[in-house]
């Protein structure tokens, strides 16, 4: 899980907490019933100054709220080899290391967060950040030849991070500046032509006017690998 949080208060009565994130003003509510598989037991020996790990997004319940989809406590972990985690930077260090020795398959089936689309019945939002992850999922696909990426976005559509629709041209979430920030003209032109609206100066769809002169020049770039702009509907 992403982020260092502590917990602020514990309503054991009722199976509900509030918890703050390291870095962040604002508390944020969890519950017991998203503790990490679900061990609503690990609930009932918190107390408030505990180290937690979590998740934020949101509920069905209150989807418009942030809040801990998943957490579990710093001390119910193994950190033998690591090192326990006592900030986020930490925290992040470890991540890191670890996401390193995991395998392409295992990355995949983080970044597709199965669990958060089951609680949202298949159809998640995509509103769950991990700074890390956005970062392996980023080199790994830059990493990829043009032939080898259409295959690696596939199976990553519908994934509930934003930062993977931003990365997916094919997406109506993409964000033109991280892709030309993360591949090469190539590489794009071979999942598909840029936009037509993409090209555009001014107006409301108008991104060009907010590039770099570097990325003007590889959107022309792709555009020409690419047979042109497409006009979407």
Known sequence: MPFLATVETVVSTRGFGFLKIEGSKDEIFFHATAALSNDQDLFLTLKEGDRLLCQVGSTLREPSKPAAVLWTPVAGRDWTSTGTPHSQTELDRIRRAL?????????????????????????????????VLQQVHATALAALSPGDLPSRLHPT????FAF?????????FADLSALLATFVPGQLAAVCAPRAEWAKVSGTLGKARRLSEDHKVALLDW???????????
């Open 99 to 131: 996401f390193e020795k995991a395998g392409t398959e295992e990355i995949g089936r983080i970044v597709s967060a199965g669990w958060y689309r089951r609680k949202w019945k298949e159809c998640p939002p995509t509103d769950l950040e991990d700074p």
């Open 157 to 160: 559509q519908g994934s509930p």
């Open 164 to 172: 993977v629709a931003a990365l997916d041209p094919m997406s109506d």
């Open 223 to 233: 555009a020409a690998l690419g047979s042109g702009f497409i006009t979407r509907t």
